[in-house]
Protein backbone atom coordinates (compact mmCIF):
# COMPACT_ATOMS: atom_id res chain seq x y z
CA UNK A 1 0.00 0.00 0.00
CA UNK A 2 2.85 2.56 0.83
CA UNK A 3 4.29 1.86 -2.37
CA UNK A 4 1.33 2.18 -4.14
CA UNK A 5 1.22 5.93 -2.75
CA UNK A 6 4.63 6.65 -3.15
CA UNK A 7 3.93 5.98 -7.17
CA UNK A 8 0.78 7.70 -7.31
CA UNK A 9 2.68 10.81 -5.50
CA UNK A 10 5.43 10.52 -8.32
CA UNK A 11 2.18 12.07 -10.48
CA UNK A 12 1.23 14.75 -8.38
CA UNK A 13 2.24 18.29 -8.87
CA UNK A 14 4.70 19.41 -6.85
CA UNK A 15 5.46 15.98 -4.44
CA UNK A 16 8.55 15.44 -5.51
CA UNK A 17 9.62 19.20 -4.71
CA UNK A 18 8.01 18.58 -1.22
CA UNK A 19 9.79 15.41 -0.66
CA UNK A 20 13.26 16.96 -1.88
CA UNK A 21 12.88 19.81 0.17
CA UNK A 22 12.01 17.56 3.49
CA UNK A 23 15.42 15.39 2.80
CA UNK A 24 16.93 18.99 2.76
CA UNK A 25 15.63 20.05 5.85
CA UNK A 26 16.79 16.85 7.24
CA UNK A 27 20.11 16.89 6.43
CA UNK A 28 20.57 20.42 7.80
CA UNK A 29 19.31 19.98 11.00
CA UNK A 30 21.63 16.67 11.25
CA UNK A 31 24.54 19.43 10.20
CA UNK A 32 23.72 21.55 12.94
CA UNK A 33 23.53 19.00 14.95
CA UNK A 34 27.28 17.97 14.22
CA UNK A 35 28.21 21.23 14.82
CA UNK A 36 27.01 21.78 17.76
CA UNK A 37 28.44 18.18 19.15
CA UNK A 38 31.94 19.38 17.72
CA UNK A 39 31.45 22.67 19.54
CA UNK A 40 31.14 20.46 22.70
CA UNK A 41 33.98 18.32 21.72
CA UNK A 42 36.62 21.39 21.49
CA UNK A 43 34.53 22.62 25.03
CA UNK A 44 35.55 19.41 26.67
CA UNK A 45 39.04 19.48 25.78
CA UNK A 46 39.59 23.02 26.71
CA UNK A 47 38.38 22.21 30.38
CA UNK A 48 40.31 18.89 30.57
CA UNK A 49 43.37 21.41 29.57
CA UNK A 50 42.61 23.91 32.38
CA UNK A 51 42.57 21.40 34.74
CA UNK A 52 45.44 19.71 33.80
CA UNK A 53 47.48 22.77 33.93
CA UNK A 54 46.24 23.71 37.27
CA UNK A 55 47.01 20.42 38.14
CA UNK A 56 50.49 20.56 37.17
CA UNK A 57 50.79 24.10 38.29
CA UNK A 58 53.94 24.63 36.31
CA UNK A 59 52.65 27.19 33.11
CA UNK A 60 56.75 26.54 31.91
CA UNK A 61 55.88 22.87 31.19
CA UNK A 62 52.22 23.28 30.39
CA UNK A 63 50.42 26.78 30.17
CA UNK A 64 47.12 27.80 30.94
CA UNK A 65 44.33 27.72 28.09
CA UNK A 66 44.32 31.64 29.15
CA UNK A 67 47.79 32.38 28.35
CA UNK A 68 47.55 30.34 24.98
CA UNK A 69 44.87 32.66 23.88
CA UNK A 70 46.24 35.43 25.24
CA UNK A 71 49.64 34.81 22.41
CA UNK A 72 47.91 33.89 20.02
CA UNK A 73 45.76 37.05 19.83
CA UNK A 74 49.06 38.68 20.07
CA UNK A 75 50.64 36.18 17.40
CA UNK A 76 47.78 37.13 14.85
CA UNK A 77 48.36 41.26 14.63
CA UNK A 78 52.17 40.36 14.45
CA UNK A 79 53.23 40.91 10.75
CA UNK A 80 55.85 38.76 10.82
CA UNK A 81 53.70 35.75 11.74
CA UNK A 82 50.81 36.57 9.15
CA UNK A 83 53.52 36.17 6.86
CA UNK A 84 54.68 32.91 8.20
CA UNK A 85 51.19 31.81 8.11
CA UNK A 86 50.90 32.98 4.81
CA UNK A 87 53.98 31.01 3.66
CA UNK A 88 52.82 27.42 5.07
CA UNK A 89 49.13 28.14 3.53
CA UNK A 90 51.02 28.49 0.09
CA UNK A 91 53.37 25.57 0.43
CA UNK A 92 50.34 23.11 1.55
CA UNK A 93 48.15 24.48 -1.08
CA UNK A 94 50.01 24.15 -3.62
CA UNK A 95 51.84 21.10 -2.81
CA UNK A 96 48.32 19.73 -2.58
CA UNK A 97 46.80 21.01 -5.73
CA UNK A 98 49.97 19.67 -7.83
CA UNK A 99 49.64 16.06 -5.80
CA UNK A 100 45.88 15.68 -6.16
CA UNK A 101 45.94 16.92 -10.41
CA UNK A 102 48.59 14.25 -10.59
CA UNK A 103 47.14 11.65 -8.72
CA UNK A 104 43.65 12.07 -9.97
CA UNK A 105 45.02 12.04 -13.96
CA UNK A 106 47.34 8.72 -12.88
CA UNK A 107 43.82 7.21 -10.83
CA UNK A 108 41.69 7.52 -13.76
CA UNK A 109 44.41 5.68 -16.00
CA UNK A 110 44.66 3.06 -13.86
CA UNK A 111 40.84 2.47 -13.67
CA UNK A 112 40.84 2.14 -17.33
CA UNK A 113 43.88 0.09 -17.72
CA UNK A 114 44.58 -3.18 -15.80
CA UNK A 115 48.38 -3.50 -17.18
CA UNK A 116 48.69 0.55 -15.35
CA UNK A 117 47.23 -0.92 -12.39
CA UNK A 118 49.75 -3.66 -12.12
CA UNK A 119 52.60 -2.33 -12.43
CA UNK A 120 52.23 0.63 -10.22
CA UNK A 121 50.31 -1.96 -7.20
CA UNK A 122 53.55 -2.40 -5.57
CA UNK A 123 54.83 1.29 -5.78
CA UNK A 124 51.67 2.46 -4.15
CA UNK A 125 52.31 -0.38 -1.19
CA UNK A 126 56.08 0.68 -1.34
CA UNK A 127 55.04 4.63 -0.73
CA UNK A 128 53.53 4.05 2.29
CA UNK A 129 55.87 2.45 4.27
CA UNK A 130 58.65 5.78 3.61
CA UNK A 131 58.39 8.35 5.99
CA UNK A 132 58.25 12.29 4.89
CA UNK A 133 61.14 12.79 7.40
CA UNK A 134 63.43 10.24 5.14
CA UNK A 135 62.11 11.90 2.01
CA UNK A 136 63.11 15.72 2.89
CA UNK A 137 67.05 15.42 3.04
CA UNK A 138 66.82 13.84 -0.76
CA UNK A 139 64.58 16.57 -1.70
CA UNK A 140 67.49 18.98 -0.40
CA UNK A 141 70.26 17.44 -2.02
CA UNK A 142 68.12 17.63 -5.23
CA UNK A 143 66.24 21.03 -5.30
CA UNK A 144 67.97 22.77 -2.93
CA UNK A 145 66.35 24.82 0.33
CA UNK A 146 62.99 27.28 -0.15
CA UNK A 147 59.16 26.83 -0.92
CA UNK A 148 59.46 24.89 -3.51
CA UNK A 149 60.99 21.45 -2.45
CA UNK A 150 58.44 21.83 0.84
CA UNK A 151 55.94 22.31 -1.50
CA UNK A 152 57.22 18.86 -3.65
CA UNK A 153 57.52 17.50 -0.14
CA UNK A 154 53.42 18.16 0.33
CA UNK A 155 53.03 16.73 -3.08
CA UNK A 156 54.67 13.51 -2.12
CA UNK A 157 52.41 13.15 0.94
CA UNK A 158 50.00 13.78 -0.98
CA UNK A 159 49.93 12.16 -3.98
CA UNK A 160 49.57 8.46 -3.13
CA UNK A 161 46.72 8.47 -0.83
CA UNK A 162 44.74 10.34 -3.06
CA UNK A 163 45.53 8.26 -5.66
CA UNK A 164 44.75 5.30 -3.57
CA UNK A 165 40.85 6.85 -2.83
CA UNK A 166 40.00 8.31 -6.35
CA UNK A 167 40.73 4.03 -7.51
CA UNK A 168 38.29 3.56 -5.10
CA UNK A 169 36.44 5.83 -5.98
CA UNK A 170 36.47 5.20 -9.68
CA UNK A 171 36.06 1.66 -9.27
CA UNK A 172 33.23 1.84 -7.20
CA UNK A 173 30.55 3.28 -9.62
CA UNK A 174 27.73 1.29 -10.51
CA UNK A 175 28.70 -0.70 -14.11
CA UNK A 176 24.92 -0.97 -14.87
CA UNK A 177 24.70 3.37 -15.12
CA UNK A 178 27.98 3.27 -17.20
CA UNK A 179 26.83 0.50 -19.13
CA UNK A 180 23.67 2.31 -19.86
CA UNK A 181 25.57 5.48 -20.85
CA UNK A 182 28.01 3.69 -23.27
CA UNK A 183 24.40 2.08 -24.83
CA UNK A 184 23.72 5.95 -25.48
CA UNK A 185 26.41 7.13 -27.11
CA UNK A 186 28.50 8.46 -24.20
CA UNK A 187 32.07 7.73 -24.75
CA UNK A 188 35.93 9.30 -23.39
CA UNK A 189 35.54 13.02 -22.74
CA UNK A 190 31.66 12.90 -22.40
CA UNK A 191 31.70 10.07 -20.55
CA UNK A 192 34.35 11.18 -18.11
CA UNK A 193 32.44 14.81 -17.67
CA UNK A 194 29.09 13.68 -17.32
CA UNK A 195 29.17 10.29 -15.69
CA UNK A 196 32.18 8.82 -14.20
CA UNK A 197 33.42 12.24 -12.70
CA UNK A 198 30.37 13.37 -11.04
CA UNK A 199 29.82 9.62 -9.77
CA UNK A 200 33.03 9.53 -8.52
CA UNK A 201 33.07 12.70 -6.89
CA UNK A 202 31.99 12.24 -3.38
CA UNK A 203 35.06 9.32 -2.86
CA UNK A 204 37.44 12.39 -4.90
CA UNK A 205 36.53 14.72 -2.25
CA UNK A 206 37.40 12.57 0.52
CA UNK A 207 40.36 12.16 -1.12
CA UNK A 208 40.97 16.13 -1.18
CA UNK A 209 39.62 16.22 2.40
CA UNK A 210 42.34 14.00 3.41
CA UNK A 211 45.15 15.23 1.72
CA UNK A 212 44.98 19.42 2.50
CA UNK A 213 45.68 17.97 6.31
CA UNK A 214 48.69 15.36 5.16
CA UNK A 215 50.00 18.64 3.36
CA UNK A 216 49.81 20.74 6.02
CA UNK A 217 51.88 18.10 7.79
CA UNK A 218 54.24 17.90 5.00
CA UNK A 219 54.85 21.83 4.88
CA UNK A 220 55.95 21.67 8.83
CA UNK A 221 57.96 18.52 8.19
CA UNK A 222 59.79 20.04 5.16
CA UNK A 223 60.46 23.54 7.55
CA UNK A 224 61.92 21.49 10.55
CA UNK A 225 64.32 19.66 8.14
CA UNK A 226 64.78 22.42 4.85
CA UNK A 227 64.76 25.81 7.05
CA UNK A 228 62.59 28.15 5.60
CA UNK A 229 59.76 30.86 6.92
CA UNK A 230 56.82 29.44 7.51
CA UNK A 231 54.79 28.18 10.60
CA UNK A 232 57.40 25.07 11.17
CA UNK A 233 60.49 26.83 11.07
CA UNK A 234 58.81 29.00 13.99
CA UNK A 235 57.80 25.91 15.77
CA UNK A 236 61.93 24.61 15.62
CA UNK A 237 62.68 28.37 17.04
CA UNK A 238 59.77 27.92 19.90
CA UNK A 239 60.97 24.58 20.77
CA UNK A 240 64.91 25.68 20.75
CA UNK A 241 63.66 28.53 23.37
CA UNK A 242 61.37 26.18 25.43
CA UNK A 243 58.37 28.84 24.87
CA UNK A 244 55.37 26.64 25.34
CA UNK A 245 53.16 29.11 25.40
CA UNK A 246 54.60 29.64 21.33
CA UNK A 247 54.03 26.56 20.27
CA UNK A 248 50.95 25.94 21.59
CA UNK A 249 49.78 29.27 19.73
CA UNK A 250 51.58 27.89 16.72
CA UNK A 251 50.52 24.55 17.20
CA UNK A 252 46.55 25.69 17.43
CA UNK A 253 46.83 27.83 14.13
CA UNK A 254 48.36 25.13 12.63
CA UNK A 255 45.03 22.87 13.60
CA UNK A 256 42.93 25.16 12.67
CA UNK A 257 44.24 25.76 9.38
CA UNK A 258 43.88 21.70 8.64
CA UNK A 259 40.49 21.94 10.29
CA UNK A 260 39.03 24.80 7.91
CA UNK A 261 40.28 23.25 5.01
CA UNK A 262 39.07 19.46 5.83
CA UNK A 263 35.78 21.28 7.06
CA UNK A 264 35.15 22.94 4.00
CA UNK A 265 35.94 20.04 1.75
CA UNK A 266 33.31 18.34 3.87
CA UNK A 267 30.77 20.05 3.41
CA UNK A 268 31.02 19.91 -0.46
CA UNK A 269 31.25 16.08 0.12
CA UNK A 270 28.02 16.02 2.13
CA UNK A 271 26.68 18.48 -0.62
CA UNK A 272 27.26 16.63 -3.34
CA UNK A 273 26.53 13.06 -1.69
CA UNK A 274 22.88 14.75 -0.67
CA UNK A 275 22.54 15.68 -4.71
CA UNK A 276 23.62 12.35 -6.10
CA UNK A 277 21.29 10.71 -3.10
CA UNK A 278 18.37 12.60 -4.01
CA UNK A 279 18.54 12.69 -7.46
CA UNK A 280 18.40 8.72 -7.33
CA UNK A 281 15.61 8.55 -5.06
CA UNK A 282 13.12 11.45 -6.88
CA UNK A 283 13.79 9.14 -10.02
Request: one cysteine or more.
Amino acid sequence: MSDQFNNDCAFVPGANDERVNRKLGMQELYGIRRHVVSALGVLTLVVVWAILAAVVGNHALLPTPQAVAGRLVRDMTNPVFLSAVRTTVVEATVGCVVGSFFALILAYVIFKNEYVAAAFAPIVAISQAIPSVAIAPLLVIWLGYGVFAISVLCALMVFFPILVTAVLGFESMPRDVLEAAMLDGASGWSMLRFMEAPLALPALLAGLRTGFTLSVIGAVVGEFVMGGRGLGARLSLQSAAADMTGLFSTVTVLCSLAALAFATIAMIERRSAIVQSLSQKVK
